[in-house]
Protein backbone atom coordinates (compact mmCIF):
# COMPACT_ATOMS: atom_id res chain seq x y z
CA UNK A 1 0.00 0.00 0.00
CA UNK A 2 2.55 2.56 0.86
CA UNK A 3 5.10 1.74 -2.44
CA UNK A 4 1.36 1.97 -4.17
CA UNK A 5 0.45 5.38 -2.55
CA UNK A 6 3.97 6.60 -2.90
CA UNK A 7 4.54 5.33 -6.36
CA UNK A 8 1.15 7.37 -7.82
CA UNK A 9 1.96 10.73 -5.68
CA UNK A 10 5.62 11.40 -6.91
CA UNK A 11 4.12 10.33 -10.72
CA UNK A 12 1.64 12.77 -10.34
CA UNK A 13 4.12 15.61 -8.99
CA UNK A 14 6.55 14.32 -11.61
CA UNK A 15 3.65 15.36 -13.98
CA UNK A 16 3.33 18.78 -12.51
CA UNK A 17 -0.59 18.36 -11.49
CA UNK A 18 -1.69 20.44 -8.48
CA UNK A 19 -0.51 19.52 -5.38
CA UNK A 20 -4.26 19.85 -4.45
CA UNK A 21 -5.30 17.62 -6.91
CA UNK A 22 -2.55 15.45 -6.67
CA UNK A 23 -3.65 14.28 -3.44
CA UNK A 24 -7.68 14.08 -4.21
CA UNK A 25 -6.77 11.93 -6.85
CA UNK A 26 -4.30 9.90 -5.06
CA UNK A 27 -7.40 9.36 -2.63
CA UNK A 28 -9.45 8.27 -5.17
CA UNK A 29 -7.03 5.69 -6.78
CA UNK A 30 -6.28 4.35 -3.31
CA UNK A 31 -10.09 3.97 -2.50
CA UNK A 32 -10.62 2.01 -5.82
CA UNK A 33 -7.48 -0.02 -5.65
CA UNK A 34 -7.98 -0.81 -1.61
CA UNK A 35 -11.09 -0.40 -0.56
CA UNK A 36 -14.11 -2.41 0.48
CA UNK A 37 -16.62 0.06 -0.18
CA UNK A 38 -17.10 2.83 -3.15
CA UNK A 39 -15.06 5.78 -0.72
CA UNK A 40 -15.43 8.11 -3.60
CA UNK A 41 -19.14 8.71 -2.14
CA UNK A 42 -17.65 9.97 0.55
CA UNK A 43 -16.25 13.28 -0.65
CA UNK A 44 -18.38 15.48 -0.85
CA UNK A 45 -19.54 14.53 2.77
CA UNK A 46 -15.76 15.27 3.96
CA UNK A 47 -14.91 18.54 1.91
CA UNK A 48 -18.56 19.63 3.12
CA UNK A 49 -18.13 18.48 7.10
CA UNK A 50 -14.58 19.78 6.98
CA UNK A 51 -15.13 22.62 4.84
CA UNK A 52 -17.07 24.57 7.37
CA UNK A 53 -14.82 23.84 10.40
CA UNK A 54 -14.89 26.83 12.59
CA UNK A 55 -11.52 26.77 13.18
CA UNK A 56 -9.90 27.07 9.74
CA UNK A 57 -11.70 30.65 9.24
CA UNK A 58 -8.51 31.86 10.77
CA UNK A 59 -6.58 30.89 8.02
CA UNK A 60 -8.50 33.54 5.55
CA UNK A 61 -8.42 36.29 7.99
CA UNK A 62 -4.69 35.95 8.72
CA UNK A 63 -3.78 35.93 5.16
CA UNK A 64 -6.39 39.21 4.62
CA UNK A 65 -4.25 40.83 7.86
CA UNK A 66 -0.74 40.20 6.03
CA UNK A 67 -2.14 41.83 2.59
CA UNK A 68 -3.82 44.71 4.55
CA UNK A 69 -0.03 45.59 6.75
CA UNK A 70 1.71 44.97 3.24
CA UNK A 71 -0.52 47.69 1.09
CA UNK A 72 -0.99 49.34 3.63
CA UNK A 73 2.81 50.71 3.65
CA UNK A 74 3.07 49.56 7.28
CA UNK A 75 5.64 46.53 6.46
CA UNK A 76 7.91 48.70 4.73
CA UNK A 77 7.93 51.59 7.30
CA UNK A 78 8.93 48.17 9.81
CA UNK A 79 11.88 47.37 7.87
CA UNK A 80 12.91 50.96 6.92
CA UNK A 81 12.91 51.29 10.85
CA UNK A 82 14.54 48.19 11.89
CA UNK A 83 17.22 49.03 8.98
CA UNK A 84 18.25 52.09 11.23
CA UNK A 85 18.97 49.83 14.47
CA UNK A 86 20.38 46.86 12.70
CA UNK A 87 22.16 48.25 9.85
CA UNK A 88 25.30 48.44 11.84
CA UNK A 89 25.77 45.42 12.72
CA UNK A 90 28.58 42.98 10.40
CA UNK A 91 26.23 41.74 7.37
CA UNK A 92 24.25 45.74 7.79
CA UNK A 93 20.59 45.03 6.26
CA UNK A 94 20.88 40.89 5.54
CA UNK A 95 19.96 41.47 10.11
CA UNK A 96 17.23 44.02 8.75
CA UNK A 97 15.81 41.03 6.70
CA UNK A 98 15.60 38.50 9.48
CA UNK A 99 14.22 41.06 12.27
CA UNK A 100 11.53 42.47 9.53
CA UNK A 101 10.58 38.66 9.05
CA UNK A 102 10.32 37.69 12.82
CA UNK A 103 7.97 40.69 13.49
CA UNK A 104 5.95 39.96 10.21
CA UNK A 105 5.74 36.51 11.53
CA UNK A 106 4.06 37.70 14.21
CA UNK A 107 1.20 39.33 12.83
CA UNK A 108 0.85 37.40 9.60
CA UNK A 109 1.39 33.40 10.39
CA UNK A 110 1.98 32.64 6.68
CA UNK A 111 5.75 31.85 5.60
CA UNK A 112 5.43 32.46 1.80
CA UNK A 113 3.80 36.01 2.40
CA UNK A 114 6.28 36.91 5.19
CA UNK A 115 8.97 35.97 2.59
CA UNK A 116 7.23 37.99 -0.57
CA UNK A 117 6.51 41.12 1.92
CA UNK A 118 9.63 41.52 3.12
CA UNK A 119 11.73 40.41 0.10
CA UNK A 120 9.85 43.11 -2.01
CA UNK A 121 10.65 45.53 0.47
CA UNK A 122 14.31 44.87 0.62
CA UNK A 123 15.01 43.50 -3.08
CA UNK A 124 16.36 46.77 -4.49
CA UNK A 125 18.97 46.99 -1.62
CA UNK A 126 21.22 44.42 -2.61
CA UNK A 127 23.19 46.12 -5.19
CA UNK A 128 22.54 49.63 -3.95
CA UNK A 129 24.60 48.94 -0.90
CA UNK A 130 27.05 45.99 -2.54
CA UNK A 131 25.73 42.93 -0.28
CA UNK A 132 27.12 39.57 -0.63
CA UNK A 133 23.51 38.44 -3.45
CA UNK A 134 23.70 35.03 -2.37
CA UNK A 135 23.97 35.07 0.89
CA UNK A 136 21.11 38.43 0.93
CA UNK A 137 18.31 36.22 -0.59
CA UNK A 138 19.06 33.80 1.69
CA UNK A 139 18.21 35.98 4.53
CA UNK A 140 14.92 36.78 2.94
CA UNK A 141 14.12 33.01 2.18
CA UNK A 142 15.36 31.67 5.41
CA UNK A 143 13.76 34.79 7.36
CA UNK A 144 10.35 33.86 5.58
CA UNK A 145 9.98 30.67 7.51
CA UNK A 146 9.50 32.04 10.53
CA UNK A 147 6.12 32.92 9.36
CA UNK A 148 4.89 29.46 10.08
CA UNK A 149 6.31 29.22 13.52
CA UNK A 150 6.03 32.31 15.43
CA UNK A 151 2.72 32.83 16.84
CA UNK A 152 -0.08 33.53 15.27
CA UNK A 153 1.05 30.63 12.87
CA UNK A 154 -1.56 28.91 10.39
CA UNK A 155 0.13 25.36 10.39
CA UNK A 156 -0.24 25.52 13.95
CA UNK A 157 -3.55 25.49 13.71
CA UNK A 158 -4.21 23.47 11.05
CA UNK A 159 -1.43 21.18 13.64
CA UNK A 160 -3.71 21.13 16.15
CA UNK A 161 -7.04 20.58 14.62
CA UNK A 162 -5.59 17.67 13.07
CA UNK A 163 -3.67 15.84 16.26
CA UNK A 164 -6.55 17.47 18.94
CA UNK A 165 -4.08 19.62 20.22
CA UNK A 166 -4.67 22.98 22.18
CA UNK A 167 -3.93 25.69 20.05
CA UNK A 168 -3.07 28.12 22.45
CA UNK A 169 -0.49 26.09 24.20
CA UNK A 170 1.10 24.94 20.40
CA UNK A 171 1.16 28.94 20.22
CA UNK A 172 3.38 29.54 23.22
CA UNK A 173 5.45 27.03 22.54
CA UNK A 174 6.58 28.94 19.14
CA UNK A 175 7.34 31.65 20.59
CA UNK A 176 10.87 30.92 22.19
CA UNK A 177 12.05 29.16 19.34
CA UNK A 178 10.73 31.05 16.88
CA UNK A 179 12.84 34.24 17.96
CA UNK A 180 15.66 32.24 19.50
CA UNK A 181 16.06 30.90 15.59
CA UNK A 182 15.98 34.01 14.38
CA UNK A 183 18.40 35.09 16.81
CA UNK A 184 20.41 32.15 15.04
CA UNK A 185 19.85 33.09 11.73
CA UNK A 186 21.32 36.84 12.94
CA UNK A 187 24.72 34.93 13.92
CA UNK A 188 24.79 32.87 10.74
CA UNK A 189 25.32 36.32 8.97
CA UNK A 190 27.40 37.75 11.54
CA UNK A 191 29.83 34.57 11.36
CA UNK A 192 29.88 35.25 7.57
CA UNK A 193 30.28 38.60 7.39
CA UNK A 194 33.42 38.34 9.85
CA UNK A 195 35.34 35.59 8.16
CA UNK A 196 34.28 37.61 4.57
CA UNK A 197 33.79 41.31 5.07
CA UNK A 198 33.40 42.19 2.03
CA UNK A 199 29.88 40.11 1.89
CA UNK A 200 28.39 43.01 4.48
CA UNK A 201 28.07 45.59 1.67
CA UNK A 202 28.42 49.11 2.41
CA UNK A 203 26.65 50.45 6.06
CA UNK A 204 23.63 52.56 5.22
CA UNK A 205 24.09 56.35 6.70
CA UNK A 206 22.28 57.07 9.77
CA UNK A 207 22.19 58.75 13.15
CA UNK A 208 20.03 58.36 16.68
CA UNK A 209 18.62 61.46 15.17
CA UNK A 210 16.79 59.06 12.86
CA UNK A 211 16.99 56.10 14.84
CA UNK A 212 14.40 57.70 17.08
CA UNK A 213 12.16 58.97 14.39
CA UNK A 214 11.28 55.32 12.84
CA UNK A 215 10.29 53.95 16.39
CA UNK A 216 6.87 54.86 15.85
CA UNK A 217 6.79 52.95 13.09
CA UNK A 218 7.61 49.47 14.92
CA UNK A 219 4.44 50.58 17.29
CA UNK A 220 2.01 49.08 14.61
CA UNK A 221 3.33 45.28 14.05
CA UNK A 222 3.53 45.14 17.95
CA UNK A 223 -0.07 46.44 18.31
CA UNK A 224 -1.63 43.99 16.15
CA UNK A 225 0.40 41.40 17.85
CA UNK A 226 -0.80 42.38 21.25
CA UNK A 227 -4.68 42.45 19.66
CA UNK A 228 -4.34 39.19 18.19
CA UNK A 229 -2.44 36.80 20.84
CA UNK A 230 -3.29 38.99 23.85
CA UNK A 231 -7.02 38.55 23.21
CA UNK A 232 -6.56 34.83 22.98
CA UNK A 233 -4.41 34.27 25.78
CA UNK A 234 -6.88 36.50 27.89
CA UNK A 235 -9.77 34.20 27.13
CA UNK A 236 -11.27 36.75 25.23
CA UNK A 237 -11.29 35.44 21.71
CA UNK A 238 -10.82 32.06 19.85
CA UNK A 239 -8.02 31.58 17.49
CA UNK A 240 -10.28 32.53 14.51
CA UNK A 241 -12.09 35.43 16.56
CA UNK A 242 -8.53 36.64 17.19
CA UNK A 243 -7.78 36.90 13.56
CA UNK A 244 -10.13 38.65 12.63
CA UNK A 245 -9.90 41.35 15.37
CA UNK A 246 -6.50 41.93 13.73
CA UNK A 247 -7.55 42.44 10.30
CA UNK A 248 -10.66 45.33 12.04
CA UNK A 249 -7.18 46.59 13.51
CA UNK A 250 -4.96 46.69 10.59
CA UNK A 251 -8.43 48.42 8.38
CA UNK A 252 -7.86 51.09 11.26
CA UNK A 253 -4.50 51.53 11.38
CA UNK A 254 -4.90 52.11 7.44
CA UNK A 255 -6.71 54.57 7.75
CA UNK A 256 -4.67 56.08 10.31
CA UNK A 257 -1.92 56.37 7.73
CA UNK A 258 -4.40 57.28 5.24
CA UNK A 259 -3.58 54.18 2.87
CA UNK A 260 -7.13 52.77 2.92
CA UNK A 261 -8.65 52.85 -0.23
CA UNK A 262 -11.54 50.75 -2.56
CA UNK A 263 -8.01 49.70 -4.51
CA UNK A 264 -6.35 48.75 -1.91
CA UNK A 265 -9.30 46.55 -0.40
CA UNK A 266 -9.78 45.16 -3.88
CA UNK A 267 -6.25 44.28 -4.41
CA UNK A 268 -5.67 42.88 -0.60
CA UNK A 269 -8.81 40.86 -1.12
CA UNK A 270 -8.24 39.59 -4.09
CA UNK A 271 -4.75 38.25 -3.30
CA UNK A 272 -6.58 37.08 -0.06
CA UNK A 273 -9.11 34.93 -2.21
CA UNK A 274 -6.43 33.66 -4.40
CA UNK A 275 -3.97 32.33 -1.92
CA UNK A 276 -6.93 30.90 0.28
CA UNK A 277 -8.52 29.04 -2.31
CA UNK A 278 -5.13 27.13 -2.82
CA UNK A 279 -4.30 26.89 1.32
CA UNK A 280 -8.22 25.74 1.47
CA UNK A 281 -8.62 22.78 -1.54
CA UNK A 282 -4.92 21.51 -0.39
CA UNK A 283 -6.73 21.23 3.27
CA UNK A 284 -9.68 19.54 2.17
CA UNK A 285 -7.87 17.30 -0.48
CA UNK A 286 -5.46 16.34 2.26
CA UNK A 287 -8.10 15.61 5.24
CA UNK A 288 -9.90 12.61 2.27
CA UNK A 289 -6.98 11.54 2.11
CA UNK A 290 -6.17 11.21 5.75
CA UNK A 291 -9.66 9.23 5.85
CA UNK A 292 -8.82 6.85 2.86
CA UNK A 293 -5.79 5.81 3.93
CA UNK A 294 -7.00 5.33 7.62
CA UNK A 295 -9.94 3.37 5.89
CA UNK A 296 -7.65 0.96 3.90
CA UNK A 297 -5.58 0.13 7.07
CA UNK A 298 -2.75 1.98 5.90
CA UNK A 299 -1.98 4.48 9.18
CA UNK A 300 -2.50 1.15 11.34
CA UNK A 301 0.39 -0.35 9.18
CA UNK A 302 2.41 2.31 9.23
CA UNK A 303 2.39 2.20 13.39
CA UNK A 304 3.06 -0.96 13.54
CA UNK A 305 5.83 -0.96 11.45
CA UNK A 306 7.76 2.11 12.86
CA UNK A 307 6.92 0.52 16.46
CA UNK A 308 7.96 -2.64 15.35
CA UNK A 309 11.12 -1.90 14.50
CA UNK A 310 11.97 -1.71 17.83
CA UNK A 311 14.66 1.29 18.00
CA UNK A 312 13.68 2.87 21.32
CA UNK A 313 11.86 6.45 21.47
CA UNK A 314 15.44 8.23 20.63
CA UNK A 315 16.06 6.56 17.80
CA UNK A 316 12.97 6.46 16.77
CA UNK A 317 12.15 10.35 16.99
CA UNK A 318 15.61 10.44 14.39
CA UNK A 319 14.02 7.95 12.07
CA UNK A 320 11.38 10.36 11.79
CA UNK A 321 13.44 13.47 11.56
CA UNK A 322 15.41 12.18 8.87
CA UNK A 323 11.60 10.69 7.36
CA UNK A 324 10.74 14.60 6.94
CA UNK A 325 14.00 16.11 5.97
CA UNK A 326 13.98 13.91 2.79
CA UNK A 327 10.14 13.95 1.79
CA UNK A 328 10.30 17.85 2.79
CA UNK A 329 12.87 17.65 -0.56
CA UNK A 330 10.11 16.79 -2.62
CA UNK A 331 6.56 17.35 -1.15
CA UNK A 332 5.24 21.21 -0.15
CA UNK A 333 5.25 21.47 3.54
CA UNK A 334 0.71 22.36 3.82
CA UNK A 335 0.48 19.14 2.26
CA UNK A 336 3.01 17.36 4.12
CA UNK A 337 2.02 18.66 7.22
CA UNK A 338 -1.54 17.42 6.59
CA UNK A 339 -0.83 14.16 4.94
CA UNK A 340 1.78 13.09 7.88
CA UNK A 341 0.76 14.96 10.97
CA UNK A 342 -2.37 12.32 11.74
CA UNK A 343 -0.17 9.92 10.58
CA UNK A 344 2.86 10.33 13.04
CA UNK A 345 1.85 12.22 15.70
CA UNK A 346 -0.19 8.93 17.66
CA UNK A 347 3.39 7.03 17.34
CA UNK A 348 5.52 9.93 18.88
CA UNK A 349 3.04 10.04 21.14
CA UNK A 350 3.02 6.26 22.19
CA UNK A 351 6.43 6.65 22.56
CA UNK A 352 6.51 9.33 25.44
CA UNK A 353 7.02 12.47 23.73
CA UNK A 354 4.51 15.80 23.97
CA UNK A 355 2.70 16.80 21.42
CA UNK A 356 2.94 20.05 21.61
CA UNK A 357 6.74 20.04 21.91
CA UNK A 358 6.16 17.60 18.44
CA UNK A 359 4.11 20.02 16.55
CA UNK A 360 7.22 22.67 17.70
CA UNK A 361 9.48 20.23 15.94
CA UNK A 362 7.81 18.96 13.30
CA UNK A 363 7.33 23.26 12.56
CA UNK A 364 11.03 23.07 12.10
CA UNK A 365 11.34 20.83 10.07
CA UNK A 366 7.89 22.14 7.49
CA UNK A 367 10.76 25.88 7.52
CA UNK A 368 13.84 23.42 6.80
CA UNK A 369 11.33 22.15 3.49
CA UNK A 370 10.21 25.91 2.82
CA UNK A 371 13.91 26.52 1.55
CA UNK A 372 15.39 22.77 0.10
CA UNK A 373 15.43 22.27 -3.35
CA UNK A 374 13.45 21.46 -5.37
CA UNK A 375 10.39 21.89 -3.98
CA UNK A 376 10.96 24.58 -1.22
CA UNK A 377 8.20 26.96 -1.68
CA UNK A 378 10.77 29.86 -0.35
CA UNK A 379 12.96 29.61 -2.75
CA UNK A 380 10.87 30.43 -5.69
CA UNK A 381 8.84 32.85 -3.54
CA UNK A 382 11.68 34.70 -3.76
CA UNK A 383 13.44 33.66 -7.44
CA UNK A 384 10.76 35.36 -8.47
CA UNK A 385 10.34 38.63 -6.76
CA UNK A 386 13.99 39.11 -7.92
CA UNK A 387 13.21 38.33 -11.38
CA UNK A 388 16.58 37.87 -12.78
CA UNK A 389 20.02 35.38 -12.63
CA UNK A 390 18.80 31.43 -11.64
CA UNK A 391 17.08 29.48 -8.91
CA UNK A 392 20.62 28.22 -7.62
CA UNK A 393 21.67 31.63 -6.65
CA UNK A 394 18.89 31.35 -3.90
CA UNK A 395 19.56 27.56 -2.98
CA UNK A 396 23.34 28.19 -2.26
CA UNK A 397 22.29 30.92 0.10
CA UNK A 398 20.29 29.30 2.07
CA UNK A 399 22.22 26.58 2.63
CA UNK A 400 24.11 28.21 5.56
CA UNK A 401 20.27 28.70 7.73
CA UNK A 402 19.65 24.78 6.26
CA UNK A 403 22.48 24.47 8.90
CA UNK A 404 21.33 27.08 11.40
CA UNK A 405 17.85 24.77 11.45
CA UNK A 406 19.47 21.52 12.10
CA UNK A 407 21.60 23.24 15.09
CA UNK A 408 17.44 24.67 16.33
CA UNK A 409 16.55 20.70 15.37
CA UNK A 410 18.70 19.14 17.92
CA UNK A 411 18.77 21.84 21.04
CA UNK A 412 14.95 21.13 20.70
CA UNK A 413 15.55 17.35 21.12
CA UNK A 414 17.94 17.68 23.66
CA UNK A 415 16.40 20.35 25.43
CA UNK A 416 12.63 19.54 25.50
CA UNK A 417 11.63 23.00 27.78
CA UNK A 418 12.88 25.17 24.96
CA UNK A 419 9.14 25.13 23.75
CA UNK A 420 7.54 23.29 26.58
CA UNK A 421 8.58 26.03 29.85
CA UNK A 422 6.50 29.03 28.76
CA UNK A 423 3.06 26.66 28.31
CA UNK A 424 3.71 25.71 31.67
CA UNK A 425 4.48 28.51 33.13
CA UNK A 426 1.44 30.20 32.11
CA UNK A 427 -0.64 27.26 33.11
Known amino acids: ?38 LHLALGDSFWQNGIEFLLMAIPMFILLGELLLRSGIAGRMYASLAQWLSWLPGGLMHSNIGSCAMFAATSGSSVATAATIGTVAMPEIKRHGYNERLFLGTIAAGGTLGILIPPSINLIIYGLLT ?19 GLFMLTVLAFCLVFPKWGGVPIATSWEQRIKGLPYLIPPLLVFVVVVGTIYLGWATPTEAASLGVVFALILA ?62 LLVIIVFYLVLGCFMETLSMLITTAPLITPIVVALGFDPVWFGILLTVLLETALITPPVGVNLYVVQGIRTRGTLNDVIIGTLPFVGTMFVMLALLVLFPQIALWLPAAMR
Request: cysteine-free; charged content about 5%.
Open 1 to 38: MLLTALAILLGLLALSVPVAAALGMLGLALGEIFGTMP
Open 164 to 182: NTSVPDLYLAGFIPGFMLA
Open 255 to 316: VYYKSLSLAMLREAVEGTMKTTAMVMLIILAAIFLNFVLAFIGLTQQLTQFIEGLGLGPTNT
